[in-house]
């Protein structure tokens, strides 16, 4: 089995801590995919600055390959955040850099070589919406918590063409989320997941609807909760494909069941992991002092 991470990569900057890490929704699912024991790859544009080559340094540096990969000139994007109590707090971003602003279109080579993967992940942060009908294998896209993600005409844009589609649904109680999942389907997703940290997440693809319970993992014990969404999703995905989920198979109610446990049982395992999967360096001092007043004098 083969996972394609396809779009947004992200320097993401922790300002309390002083630390850089790397990231991005779809090159965490890369990552966690190819630490559940599949081959993962990443196929984005790096920006040709200092952070783009750590970037991709540390994304080849856990097993996924960055071949087919493109440097751009200009700069890399960088999310600002802190933790508290161990849970992360956005606090801005420049844009996402060069990545989403000269994103990669599937044509020739790229294209063939995307569809080669069992199944290419992407996101809202990736600007790679018009890429996805390109597609001659299983897709599937991370929806986000964003409203202006939600809106009927975006869904119209993106759930005729992925096959699984995952909705963060923390803030939104249940009848809502079952609601927003319906809608998904209704709209053309093949399967739709909502995460909603410790109330567990729920899947529906039209004809069933399950849900199940998240791991509990004591407050004081999370070091933070980077990565833990896109990690139930590598999860979930992973345990569809090895039971035997094709585009030209839809998943039974068991195997969703199950892959809803192993997805638990991935987003658990992040909550122990500093950013999204290590490979932290220090930020430049005038850096971090630019985005957070005051931290220089502090270190």
Same mark, same amino acid.
């Given at each position: 089995?083969?996972?394609?991470?396809?779009?947004?990569?992200?320097?993401?900057?922790?300002?309390?801590?002083?630390?850089?890490?790397?990231?991005?929704?779809?090159?965490?699912?890369?990552?966690?995919?190819?630490?559940?024991?599949?081959?993962?790859?990443?196929?984005? +544009?790096?920006?040709?600055?200092?952070?783009?080559?750590?970037?991709?340094?540390?994304?080849?540096?856990?097993?996924?390959?960055?071949?087919?990969?493109? +440097?751009?000139?200009?700069?890399?994007?960088?999310?600002?955040?802190?933790?508290?109590? /161990?849970?992360?707090?956005?606090? /801005?971003?420049?844009?996402?850099?060069?990545?989403?602003?000269?994103?990669? =279109?599937?044509?020739?080579?790229?294209?063939?070589?995307?569809?080669?993967?069992?199944?290419?992940?992407? $996101?809202?942060? %990736? *600007?790679?919406?018009?890429? @996805?009908?390109? #597609?001659?294998?299983?897709?599937?896209?991370?929806? $986000?918590?964003?409203?202006?993600?939600? =809106?009927? =005409?975006?869904?119209?844009?993106?759930?005729?063409?992925?096959? #699984?589609?995952? @909705?963060?649904? %923390?803030? #939104?109680?249940?009848?809502?989320?079952?609601?927003?999942?319906?809608?998904?389907?209704?709209?053309?997703?093949? @399967?739709?997941?909502?995460?909603?940290?410790?109330?567990?997440?729920?899947?529906?693809?039209?004809?069933?609807?399950?849900?199940?319970?998240?791991?509990?993992?004591?407050?004081?014990?999370?070091?933070?909760?980077?990565?833990? /969404?896109?990690?139930?999703?590598?999860?979930?995905?992973?345990?569809?494909?090895?039971?035997?989920?094709?585009?030209?198979? *839809?998943?039974?109610? *068991?195997?969703?069941?199950?892959?809803?446990?192993?997805?638990?049982? %991935?987003?658990?395992?992040?909550?122990?992991?500093?950013?999204?999967?290590?490979?932290?360096?220090?930020?430049?001092? *005038? =850096?971090?002092? %630019?985005?957070?007043?005051?931290?220089?004098?502090?270190?």
């Amino acid at each position: 089995m083969r996972v394609l991470g396809f779009g947004d990569n992200i320097v993401d900057r922790f300002v309390d801590r002083g630390i850089d890490y790397p990231g991005g929704n779809s090159v965490n699912v890369a990552v966690y995919a190819g630490r559940l024991g599949v081959e993962a790859a990443y196929l984005g +544009v790096f920006g040709d600055d200092d952070l783009g080559g750590f970037l991709r340094e540390s994304i080849a540096a856990q097993g996924v390959a960055v071949d087919h990969c493109v +440097v751009r000139q200009g700069e890399t994007g960088v999310s600002t955040l802190r933790v508290d109590d /161990g849970d992360r707090v956005f606090l /801005g971003w420049n844009g996402g850099g060069v990545t989403v602003r000269e994103p990669l =279109a599937l044509d020739g080579e790229l294209l063939d070589h995307a569809s080669s993967f069992d199944l290419v992940h992407s $996101s809202v942060y %990736s *600007r790679s919406e018009s890429e @996805l009908p390109k #597609l001659d294998t299983l897709v599937s896209f991370d929806l $986000s918590s964003e409203e202006d993600y939600r =809106a009927p =005409a975006y869904l119209d844009r993106v759930c005729p063409h992925a096959d #699984l589609v995952l @909705l963060s649904c %923390s803030h #939104l109680d249940e009848g809502a989320t079952r609601a927003l999942l319906a809608d998904a389907v209704r709209r053309g997703a093949g @399967l739709a997941l909502a995460t909603r940290g410790v109330a567990g997440a729920i899947a529906h693809d039209g004809r069933v609807t399950v849900a199940a319970p998240a791991r509990p993992v004591a407050q004081d014990a999370v070091v933070d909760t980077m990565g833990c /969404g896109d990690a139930f999703l590598a999860g979930f995905a992973v345990s569809l494909l090895r039971a035997g989920w094709t585009a030209g198979r *839809r998943p039974s109610e *068991r195997m969703i069941e199950r892959a809803l446990h192993d997805g638990a049982d %991935s987003a658990y395992r992040q909550c122990f992991v500093e950013g999204a999967f290590g490979h932290g360096r220090p930020v430049e001092r *005038r =850096a971090l002092a %630019s985005m957070w007043p005051g931290s220089e004098r502090e270190k």
